[in-house]
């Protein structure tokens, strides 16, 4: 399998603030590869380098066998780009902007109308109206037919779902799935944890660290400890009750459950359920859960190592 | 307790022909930690600029905290604490200048003041960078100060407006449980947000439509009736039945 892309120990600071500490990963061709960390993980950062906007301080980056610093002429007909905030020109029309960046591009639109057609042709009915005038949902589909439009080898996705509605979030990660299957490598970045699932590799970012590198299955697998989901009427009393339990590992709120881990290396649930009585909290409901990613990155987070088989 | 804070009667606002938010009818009850989900151009933004007092409904009625939303805003805006995602602190201005600024704004006496600024500051754990600009903050951090400003007042109900958009994943539940315990202090949160695991954590919950509440319940009821196994699954069958326009 080809690399597409090769980061090697980049390191990057802005005054005080180091962005990216000497972070290393690989992305191979095809792949569908996702950078998932909130706000200030140094995930746009690490696009500005991939696309070779942003010098790195010390380390080094190829992308498509070309290096980053050196070889940017080469690099950059060859990518797609959809940065996080709006990209498209707001007074210009929808088929106005989509022809600017394919004459920008040295191509036309009708060239390559067979590889955006099924996103571009939802917006085929608005295509007079002002980019500025769109909805999000479609504003985001047109950005991404502009980042398509000269036929990528790599696309680099940074937080396209940031802000949109859950409806308009599963049909861009649909998007994403037949564009895997034009055989495009993609790279994508989102704070949503569920959206982890949807790629075959992500890296789990935090602070300018990779916290974790895998398959979605295997950084899943990797929670060893036993995982609670406990229910009752009152959310916030519970809560407490557990942040108080003197064998707490940790307790986190997670949907209509509060997921728990102990620190004993058995705990049943006649156990819990016995403290939680005692402590007047009546009608509970506790089953054991599969950990999905957020469990999992908050574990990393708070340095829970134990329960981590790294 | 049944006292109602927010309650609306056919609430409408049109702009020009496009019906916006389009009689809507609903109450919500004190210290409730009430959801309001909706798709993008749902028409949610209408309805919470209407019951913050900044925008004149075109029919229908609603008192919000008490006042009437075409003769009370002033009062209004006294009464309730907003917060959003997009702004809510001023950058270049230090963590306890911003507390003094709003504290100002919302006419809290000096003294009452200082004792408040040290309070937040403890509550949100912003000892070491009091004397620091707002901007040098981590995102979590700033939300977290955001949300104890926009209760520094006390306010019967406190608006939050995608509260947690981009934060991490710790930080996003810490803020949550600042949201029971100012619901168990009896404050009503009316919150709007696009993580659908959060919906779940909310007493009731309503989804827009075109305009329209389509669906009110507790997260409980809602899966109940609409057989699914979480809020997501109705939002997203609800959303994808909006005849809208998308453009």
């Not at chain 1, 380390?59 to 050196?70: M, P, Q």
């Not at chain 2, 109900?157 to 947690?164: A, K, Q, S």
């Amino acid at each position: 399998m080809n690399t597409v892309v090769n980061i090697s120990k980049a390191s990057k600071s802005f005054g005080n603030v180091e962005a990216l500490k000497e972070i290393s990963f690989e992305v191979n061709e095809g792949e569908l590869f996702g950078l998932i960390g909130p706000d200030g993980a140094g995930k746009t950062t690490l696009f500005r380098i991939m696309n070779t906007l942003l010098i790195p301080d010390s380390g080094s980056a190829t992308v498509l066998g070309s290096d980053v610093v050196e070889d940017y002429k080469i690099i950059r007909p060859q990518l797609g780009y959809m940065p996080g905030r709006f990209s498209l020109y707001l007074d210009l029309t929808v088929e106005e902007n989509i022809q600017f960046f394919a004459s920008v591009f040295g191509t036309r639109l009708e060239e390559n109308y067979d590889l955006v057609k099924p996103i571009y042709s939802q917006l085929e009915p608005f295509k007079n109206r002002r980019a500025g005038a769109l909805s999000g949902g479609m504003k985001q589909k047109l950005a991404l037919s502009c980042a398509l439009i000269h036929k990528p080898k790599l696309l680099l996705l940074d937080e396209p779902t940031t802000g949109v509605d859950a409806v308009s979030r599963k049909e861009f990660w649909e998007m994403l799935a037949s564009l895997k299957n034009e055989g495009i490598t993609i790279i994508v970045s989102t704070p949503y944890m569920d959206e982890a699932n949807l790629c075959d590799r992500v890296a789990l970012i935090q602070k300018g660290e990779i916290l974790q590198i895998d398959t979605p299955d295997k950084i899943v697998n990797s929670f060893k400890k036993p995982l609670f989901g406990i229910k009752s009427q009152n959310k916030y009393k519970l809560l407490q009750v557990l942040q108080n339990y003197q064998w707490t590992d940790s307790v986190h709120p997670f949907g209509e459950y509060i997921h728990y881990t102990d620190i004993r290396d058995k705990t049943s649930r006649e156990t819990l359920d016995d403290y939680l009585h005692e402590q007047g909290i009546s009608e509970v409901e506790i089953i054991s859960i599969k950990p999905n990613i957020e469990d999992v990155f908050m574990a990393l987070m708070s340095g829970e190592r134990e329960g981590i088989n790294e | 307790m049944n006292e109602v804070v927010i309650s609306t009667t056919n609430l409408t606002r049109k702009f020009g022909d496009f019906t916006a938010v389009n009689n809507i009818t609903f109450n919500v009850k004190k210290g409730e930690v009430f959801g309001f989900l909706g798709a993008n151009g749902a028409g949610k933004t209408t309805a919470m600029k209407m019951l913050t007092g900044l925008l004149t409904p075109t029919s229908g009625n609603a008192l919000v905290a008490g006042y009437d939303v075409y003769s009370g805003t002033e009062q209004i805006k006294k009464n309730i604490g907003y917060m959003s995602q997009k702004f809510s602190l001023y950058d270049d201005l230090t963590v306890e200048e911003n507390i003094r600024f709003y504290g100002g704004i919302y006419g809290i006496n000096k003294k009452e003041l200082n004792q408040k600024i040290g309070e937040v500051i403890e509550s949100v754990g912003l000892q070491s960078v009091r004397k620091k600009p707002v901007q040098s903050l981590p995102l979590g951090w700033k939300q977290k100060l955001a949300f104890s400003i926009s209760i520094l007042h006390r306010p019967k109900i406190v608006f939050l407006d995608e509260p947690t958009g981009g934060v991490d994943p710790i930080t996003r539940r810490e803020f949550w449980e600042k949201i029971y315990e100012i619901s168990d202090q009896g404050i009503t949160v009316f919150v709007t947000t696009h993580y659908m695991d959060e919906a779940e954590y909310c007493d009731r919950v309503s989804i827009m439509v075109d305009g329209r509440i389509e669906a009110l319940n507790s997260p409980e009821e809602l899966k109940k009736s609409y057989s699914s196994r979480s809020i997501e699954e109705i939002f997203i069958k609800l959303a994808r039945s909006a005849s809208r326009g998308q453009g």
